[in-house]
């Protein structure tokens, strides 16, 4: 019995005649070898057949029972055959099932077609058999032969039910995957939902298609499913005919390739991408008021460059995963990137309730995250706009949440501003700013102003700090406080301390050339300090015939020093190999790790204002520093003299210079040296 021995069949029961099973004896009656139909007993488990009366020899064209029953079945047996003998065995057993379908036998390779009627027949050891018996002959039309043969062995589920549900015909594949042989179309549907949708497009089309989750014997699977209003051939009753097609590993690829687009990969929260869609339908579904919210992780770069990366990783999934938790389902949470998100809260109560959830939620970041023996404490900032979806554009809710962002974090960080008017106005006079400073930039609209710095031993002075001023064709001269802290935050700050750094370096080198003994100071920000434009621009003015070596000062922050500390390390001793100074500007309020101050490459360390201006009370932090700054050779700079008072306790503590106001406010270049000339000729001793 090769693959092809069974070609058409239904292993739905039924009514058909057939011959009752052979007596259950050890031994074949001799009655069974008068029959002139043929009839055999086949060894489901051993693919053999114990049994045969003289017309199966016949049909089988062996020479006697003993050759037939020696013959090995399952060697060219396919597995889809087997499949299906399996199936018919099961239910001989469960339901004393009897089935009746054509077979193509292959005695000898030339295939010989019949119509069988087979039920089980239980062996003296217990198992369960079958008993095969022709009831007559096949049609041999090759196109009925080949369509049944295609039946038998495809992998498409072929299902036909009787309208009330239950199957009248599976074919191999449909009965594989059933969970049981009178499965209905009903039980098939893992979500009762998909069946009711079935049934209503059904009636209102008499077809439908449709891929679901439907129960197998393998378990949940996902199926392509065709199903039609029918009848049925036999008995002309109404009937559902299903097709259905295994898609799960697709659908599975298909969703894990939609999840990697609409998802961040490491937080699992949704994606900007998909943030965009959902805006645009938002409208659609929902009247109600929402509110979207921005945050953002305080200082997230500090936790980076202390504690790296991969702890700074922990800290964003911990906080999505702290806000997942905090939100409703039907609340849409995203990472924009970075250390940003956005949560979509669709239909708030009131903005009173919303404000009480989102400072509960404020608290509950704020509780310190622990990996491995690392312990940190972050918290974030709030930016909140309300809207109604229809009436609002996405571009500009999110402007307006970003504002409210903004101002939070203007305000201190680690609280909730809910955006309004007035904040809207001030941005736009924010945006404008930003877009004269482009052109300010690439206009060279900047000046420099000099403060000169004191030595207190000579009461001379001997540098001067170069400070930028924006000098505005139409509003005049603008101070760093209106524009600084924009360029930082757009990136300008680049561009711009490459045109500062232009201007002192040449300054520099100008006074050189006409014998002026001065050194000057310039402040490099840390994203200057990580711009390559940097070192290739020092080194260029290094290269200057004139250039003054060590008289030319750069001052970084603290902060700067936050991070690889060997290759912070490595282009700070390049920077000083070509013959710059390098100075920690704002002393005492950073980096809190004094480590640094022995392995960087530094000249000068400048007390911040703030302790100046505490003085006395402050006394012990300066002479700290004072102490510190000797210990490894440093010039110490006093900011923000303010006093005589000031200038006379730093005189008395060994202080090596002075800035400030009360010596002397920044002046234009042409001012600089009467500015000086008269420094030096001033009596300070009194």
């Known amino acids: 019995m090769r693959n092809e021995n069974i070609v058409e069949g239904s292993v739905v029961p039924t009514h058909a005649s057939a011959a009752k099973p052979l007596a259950r004896s050890a031994q074949i009656t001799i009655p069974i070898d008068r029959l002139k139909t043929a009839v055999w007993v086949y060894d489901v488990d051993h693919a053999c057949i114990l049994y045969a009366n003289a017309s199966a020899c016949e049909l089988w064209q062996a020479e006697s029972e003993e050759e037939l029953r020696n013959r090995d079945l399952a060697s060219d047996m396919s597995p889809t055959v087997s499949k299906r003998l399996k199936q018919y065995q099961h239910d001989f057993i469960e339901r004393d099932a009897t089935f009746s ?291 609002t554009h996405f571009t500009a809710i999110m402007r307006e949440a970003d504002i409210a962002l903004y101002t ?66 139409k509003r005049g001269l603008i101070m760093p406080a209106e524009f600084i802290s924009i360029c930082e935050e757009t990136g300008m700050i680049e561009d711009l301390g490459q045109l500062i750094l232009e201007m002192a370096c040449m300054t520099a080198i100008s006074w050189h050339q006409s014998g002026k003994d001065i050194e000057i100071s310039l402040n490099i920000s840390p994203r200057q300090f990580e711009d390559n434009r940097l070192l290739a621009s020092l080194k260029t003015f290094s290269r200057h015939p004139d250039f003054p070596p060590g008289k030319i000062e750069l001052e970084i922050t603290e902060n700067v020093l936050i991070g690889d500390h060997d290759l912070i390390a490595k282009r700070l001793e390049t920077i000083s190999r070509m013959g710059y100074r390098i100075a920690i500007d704002d002393f005492g309020t950073g980096y809190s790790n004094l480590s640094y101050i022995s392995r960087f490459p530094l000249n000068c360390l400048k007390i911040d204002q703030s302790f100046i201006a505490q003085l006395p009370k402050s006394g012990p932090i300066i002479s700290l520093i004072l102490t510190l700054a000797e210990q490894i050779d440093a010039t110490i700079v006093a900011e923000g003299v303010e006093t005589s008072q000031h200038l006379e306790w730093l005189r008395n503590h060994k202080c090596d210079q002075a800035q400030g106001y009360y010596l002397s406010r920044p002046v234009e270049v042409r001012e600089i040296d009467a500015v000086i000339a008269t420094l030096n000729a001033q009596d300070w001793s009194t």
């Open 408 to 473: 939070s974090k203007q305000a201190g960080r680690n609280r909730v501003t809910f955006f309004n008017a007035e904040m809207g106005a001030l941005a736009k006079a924010r945006d404008l700013v930003e877009m004269e400073l482009k052109r300010a930039i690439e206009n060279r609209e900047f000046i420099l102003h000099f403060q000169p710095r004191m030595c207190l031993e000579t009461s001379r002075v001997v540098s001067v700090e170069a400070l930028v001023r924006w000098q505005h064709p």
């Open 101 to 391: 379908e054509m077979w193509t036998l292959y005695p000898n390779g030339r295939p010989t077609s019949v119509m069988v009627v087979y039920s089980g027949y239980p062996l003296a050891d217990g198992r369960m058999a079958m008993q095969c018996e022709v009831v007559g002959g096949a049609e041999d039309e090759p196109d009925n032969l080949r369509s049944a043969e295609a039946l038998l062995h495809t992998d498409v589920m072929i299902a036909l039910h009787d309208a009330s549900g239950p199957p009248v015909y599976l074919n191999p594949a449909a009965r594989n995957t059933a969970t049981h042989a009178m499965q209905t179309i009903a039980e098939k549907f893992v979500d009762p939902a998909d069946y009711e949708r079935l049934l209503h497009e059904l009636e209102a089309s008499g077809e439908h298609r449709m891929v679901s989750k439907v129960n197998t014997d393998a378990g949940p699977r996902w199926h392509d499913l065709t199903v039609k209003h029918c009848s049925d051939a036999v008995t002309g009753n109404p009937a559902i005919l299903v097709t259905a097609i295994d898609v799960s590993e697709l659908k599975i690829a298909r969703d894990k390739a939609r999840y990697l687009a609409d998802r961040d990969q490491l937080t699992g929260c949704y994606n900007r991408s998909y943030l965009q869609q959902y805006m645009a339908t938002l409208g659609h579904y929902q009247r109600r008021r929402c509110a979207l919210l921005c945050f953002d992780v305080d200082k997230f770069k500090q936790v980076n460059d202390r504690l790296g990366h991969e702890m700074g990783d922990v800290v964003l999934k911990e906080i999505a995963a702290r806000v997942s938790m905090s939100i409703r389902r039907n609340d849409t949470f995203v990472r924009l990137g970075g250390d940003e998100f956005v949560v979509v809260f669709e239909d708030i109560p009131s903005e009173a309730e919303l404000t009480a959830k989102l400072k509960a939620l404020l608290d509950l970041i704020a509780e310190p995250i622990t990996h491995d023996a690392t312990r940190v404490s972050a918290t974030v900032s709030m930016g909140v706009a309300t809207f109604v979806p229809d009436a």
